[in-house]
């Protein structure tokens, strides 16, 4: 369905993205923007989302990315800092930011979850701006009969029409006002929602996206249907293969890419990394394949080309490792010549944190960071491209950390993985 794209101008391997991997920004650091969004402004696309931190799960503000073409992002700045206190001061939490331009006000109304680090204290907040990547200013939170809305994983919408809606985990949606800056009316409860909701529209059908309740673990996310807002609205079922835990990721929103007239709806996921959120925690965007009421990705395309929306395989100089450790401090090197170096392994519930880095050749450090080889369910996929470099040789070191992800939710269900293997199948240079 998605033949007959005529490709971007760019080079085709710039066009490439890999899910499941870091991805770095036109400086060089690893892109932070979690529980993200995309919206299209000014002939430009720009990337909300949390700018996490390795260290503690408290809120260290909302960052912003600008990319022509959804694969090479320049990083803005963080849009909204930590506060002096309030809803989003120090020591809280702040996730799922959404951005949406008033088309009434030209203003950009900025909605997330804001909490107390052991989520007891959920609120909506509401902050604006008049540029897309000035400086956010809290207005504090926001209402509805009088009351702050007391719940936390939080999406939006815009309709074709300009209206903007708020969707809350597990049921409400609710529309916004002319201005977005309060609520007019609960416009539909959808029995049987989970969290992270993420709506979209095409052909006239409203697609309703969501998942189950495991922390940051994944799991089968689901979807609604309905041809109003205000419903009746259906659950379909899974929009990906029953087992595969969405992919492995869990939804945050639904991007429209507009190509040659073409409405071409981009599932946005999160793959989460606790506690390792900034540096490991990877997304995972595949487009979607809509008929009628029915939405599907079929198949988990680790790497795809955004120019024609086709699967691709990365392509190098292939060597094969076949290397497996879980002993901390054990190491693989790869020397190379070239560019570019990615790394295919295994992940699974055994998996720990690798620490990969490349050195150049005078052995100095250019990049080092924690890569997560963590999954429920077992995947050989890429977990490492890394950015690219000029022609020459380098050593890329893929060290065990001895370090996993592991975290418990609220009623102390522990996650996570049960070991510290990392494993190594082949590596791909680009000349
Ligand atoms: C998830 C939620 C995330 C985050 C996490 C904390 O279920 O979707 O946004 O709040 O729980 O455990």
Redesign the pocket.
């Known amino acids: 369905m998605f033949l007959g794209i005529p490709a971007i101008a760019g080079r085709d391997n710039e066009s490439i993205i890999t899910n499941g991997v870091p991805w770095f920004d036109s400086d060089g650091n690893i892109i932070n923007a979690h ?1 993200a969004c995309i919206i299209e402004d000014g002939g430009k696309y720009w990337l909300f989302g949390e700018y996490k931190s390795d260290n503690s ?1 408290a809120f260290p503000g909302f960052g912003c990315y600008s990319s022509s073409d959804l694969v090479n992002w320049k990083f803005e700045r963080v849009v909204l800092p930590v506060q002096k206190d309030g809803i989003l001061g120090p020591d809280r ?1 702040g ?2 930011v959404k951005v949406m331009r008033c088309p009434k006000t030209g203003e950009y109304i900025m909605l997330m ?1 804001a ?1 107390n680090l052991k ?1 007891t204290d959920p609120h909506i907040g509401i902050a604006v701006c008049d540029s897309i990547n000035g400086d956010y200013r809290l207005l504090g939170t926001i209402e509805y009969d009088g009351k702050p809305i007391k719940n ?2 939080m999406g939006t919408f815009q309709d074709d029409d300009g209206t903007g809606y708020l969707l809350i ?1 597990h049921g409400p949606v609710y529309r916004l006002s002319d201005d977005y800056r309060s609520i007019s009316a609960k416009a539909a409860h959808i029995d049987g929602m989970g ?2 909701p993420a709506m979209f529209r095409k052909n006239g059908i409203y697609f309703m996206l969501t ?1 189950n ?4 673990e994944r799991n089968d996310n689901y979807y609604f249907t309905a041809t109003s807002i205000e419903g009746p609205w259906e659950k379909r079922g899974l929009f990906c293969p029953e087992g595969s835990l969405t992919h492995n990721s ?1 939804c945050t929103f639904v991007f429209t890419l507009t190509r040659n007239g073409e409405k071409i709806p981009i599932y946005m996921g ?1 793959r ?1 990394s ?1 506690p390792r959120q900034a540096s490991a925690a990877t997304y995972v965007w595949l487009p979607m394949q809509v008929n009628g009421t029915s939405l599907s990705i079929p198949e988990y395309w680790s790497s795809w080309n955004i120019n024609g929306i086709r699967k691709q395989t990365l392509s190098g100089e292939t060597k094969i490792h076949d290397w497996t450790s879980d002993k901390k401090g054990e190491k693989l090197r790869i020397p190379f010549h070239g560019k570019r170096i990615s790394i295919i392994g295994e992940s699974n519930s055994q998996s720990g944190y690798a620490l990969v880095s490349i050195k150049d050749k005078e052995g100095k450090i250019l990049h080092s960071q924690y890569v997560d080889f963590y999954s429920k369910v077992p995947d050989l996929s890429p977990r490492y491209v890394s950015r690219l470099y000029p022609e020459d040789d380098y050593m890329l070191e893929v060290e065990v950390s001895g370090e996993n992800p592991v ?1 418990s ?2 009623k102390g269900n522990v996650f996570g993985s049960k070991d510290f293997f990392i494993n190594v199948s082949k590596s791909i240079i680009e000349k």
């Open positions: 529980g799960n939490v996730e799922r979850h909490d989520y936390w994983d985990h969290e992270s998942s309740l495991t922390s940051w869990q999160d989460w606790y975290w939710d609220k």
